[in-house]
C-alpha cells in the first residue's frame, strides 16, 4: 500500500515569503505528526494530530508556524514570513493512533531552503 | 523530561565487524523506545521497537538491541556490517507527557560508515 507522501519535495524561497508544506498520511492512521530535521537542532517534534484536532501546539517554533489537518487525512504546515532559520527537512509520520507501541511511518520530507 | 543521548556521532567499522551504537535514555516512567534509520535524502524506517515485551528486541536486517533498565541503555548491535548498513541511525523514546503524547523524542543520530 501507500506510505506517507509529502509535496513539494523540494521547495526554494526567499526570506518573507509565506510556504505551504503538505502530508498525505496512510489511509486510515488517525494521528499524524510534524517533525523538523535541522543541521543545529537535530529532530525536533513540531506538532501532532488525533483526528483534526491537535491537543498541544507548544512545539511550533513561533507563530509564524502553523498546522492544520481536514477530514482526518491530509495536513498542511504553514510558514509565513519565512526566515533563514527555517531552512530544514519536514517530516510527517503517522500512525495508527498516538498509542505508546503504534509504529510512527515516515514520509521522505519536504526540504525547505530559505534564501 | 525524557530525553535520549547517543554517544558518538560518527562510528566506521570494517566489513564483516560488529556494529555497536549507543543510545542512553532519560525517562521517569517505563520507557517506549525506538530505532529509526535513515538513508540519504530519504525519510527514517523503523528497525526495531522496545515496549517491554522482552528485553531483547530483535529487528529487520539483522539488527538486534538490548533494553537495560540498570544501565538506562538501549544499544543497537549487529553481528556482522554490510556496506549497505552505512546511514545515519536515530534512537528516540517516546513521549508520555501531556499534549504531546505520542511524538518521539530523538538522539543526535549517529552516522554509520563501513569500509570495504
Known amino acids: 500500500g501507500a506510505g506517507v507522501s509529502q509535496s513539494p519535495s523540494n521547495k526554494v524561497t526567499e526570506k518573507g515569503k509565506d510556504v505551504e508544506l503538505r502530508c498525505d498520511p496512510i489511509?486510515?492512521?488517525?494521528?499524524l505528526y510534524w517533525y523538523r530535521q535541522s543541521l543545529g537542532q537535530g529532530l525536533e517534534f513540531l506538532i501532532y494530530f488525533q483526528g483534526n484536532s491537535a491537543p498541544d501546539k507548544s512545539g511550533l517554533p513561533s507563530d509564524r508556524f502553523s498546522a492544520e489537518r481536514t477530514g482526518g487525512s491530509v495536513s498542511t504546515l504553514t510558514i509565513q514570513r519565512t526566515q533563514q532559520e527555517d531552512s530544514a527537512v519536514y517530516l510527517c509520520?503517522?500512525?495508527?493512533?498516538?498509542?505508546?507501541?503504534?509504529?510512527?511511518?515516515f514520509g521522505p520530507g519536504t526540504r525547505l531552503t530559505v534564501l | 523530561a525524557q530525553s535520549v543521548t547517543q554517544l558518538g556521532s560518527h562510528v566506521s567499522v570494517s566489513e564483516g565487524a560488529l556494529v555497536l551504537l549507543r543510545c542512553n535514555y532519560s525517562?521517569?516512567?517505563?520507557?517506549?523506545l525506538f530505532w529509526y534509520v535513515q538513508y540519504p535524502n530519504q525519510g527514517l524506517q523503523l528497525l526495531l521497537k522496545?515496549?517491554?515485551?522482552?528485553?531483547l528486541v530483535k529487528g529487520i536486517n539483522g539488527f538486534e538491541a538490548e533494553f537495560k533498565k540498570s544501565e538506562t541503555s538501549f544499544h543497537l548491535t549487529k553481528p556482522s556490517a554490510h556496506m549497505s548498513d552505512a546511514a545515519e541511525y536515530f534512537c528516540?523514546?517516546?513521549?508520555?507527557?501531556?499534549?504531546?503524547?505520542?511524538?518521539?523524542?530523538f538522539g543526535k543520530g549517529t552516522k554509520l560508515s563501513v569500509k570495504p
Open positions: 489511509s486510515g492512521h488517525t494521528a
Open positions: 509520520a503517522s500512525s495508527l493512533d498516538w498509542s505508546s507501541y503504534n509504529e510512527q511511518f
Open positions: 525517562s521517569s516512567v517505563p520507557p517506549y
Open positions: 528516540a523514546v517516546r513521549s508520555n507527557y501531556g499534549g504531546s503524547q505520542g511524538n518521539l523524542i
Open positions: 522496545y515496549t517491554s515485551a522482552a528485553t
